[in-house]
């Protein structure tokens, strides 16, 4: 397994998932001619979405992801095996941002990696609960939303 980092103004810190959106408009056509088109669009031209949030800095974050080839979310027990890689590296240092090749996934899935255009890179989003693993051909577009206030009892 190979680790490189993916610099992000989140990449530090307690991170949290508050959002995920796939896909855009679908459209499914039956052999007897019956047609179902669906308009679920809530960002033109993106095939994925991801929203965070950012503790240390109370900022929101949406990401936006274009040509992706594969996707997958999992909880921590799918982190396993990148939580040894970084120990076997020395690699501690927590960052939530990263990119990733020649893990399980990529031994499992190697179409998706062969026409994924990264040269098997993929980008990693982590949190303490879970993780969202993206194939596509670059970084994906990150927006600041803004600041989230806390809010007193």
Sequence with gaps: MKIGRWQTPF?????FITGLFWGGDFMLQLPGGKRYQIKNTPHPGVDLSLELFHLPSEGRYRLHYHSVTAFRMLDEHGLLELWQALSELGDEQGYNSRLIKDH?????????????????????ICTGDECVEVLCPGAPEIIYLGKCAAMED
């Design 11 to 15: 990449e530090q810190g307690d991170l």
């Design 104 to 124: 399980a996934w990529s031994q499992e899935s190697p179409i998706s990696f062969f026409h994924g255009h990264s040269e098997g890179w993929s980008h990693l």
